[in-house]
């Protein structure tokens, strides 16, 4: 089992920037493939991007591709998302997911889930 706890979520204008961080703590964490989703108010949770155990494969939502970096420090039990260009649409709770496939880039099926940071993006 891994628990995770997300931290980074502010406030912040179209445009700019924030970094969101996951740390976990249990079992070995590079034995877990990582995910990170949102949930907007009134919508239900979707995913965000995802990276494998060694940070060989990433994978993003159209929405926030080319935006967005997905990145893990093994030696820290620490992931990371980097959100550039935000735009008020990207205002949501984010989570940070974990699961034992490793190898795999997955999009749903996560087994271990944070509390969630709240990320406002202002017009």
């Known amino acids: 089992q891994v628990q995770l706890v997300e931290s980074g979520g502010g406030l912040v204008q179209a445009g700019g920037s924030l970094r969101l961080s996951c740390a976990a703590s249990g079992r070995i964490f590079s034995s877990y493939a990582m995910g990170w989703f949102r949930q907007a108010p009134g919508k239900e949770r979707a995913f965000v991007a995802a990276?494998?155990?060694?940070?060989?494969?990433?994978d993003y939502a159209d929405s926030v591709k080319g935006r967005f970096t997905i990145s893990r420090d093994n030696g820290k039990n620490m992931v990371y998302l980097q959100m550039n260009s935000l735009k008020p649409e990207d205002t949501a709770v984010y989570y940070c997911a974990a699961h034992g496939r490793r190898f795999l880039l997955k999009r749903d099926g996560y087994d271990y889930w944070g509390q969630g940071t709240q990320v406002t993006v202002s017009s």
């Open positions: 990276i494998t155990w060694s940070g060989g494969g990433t």
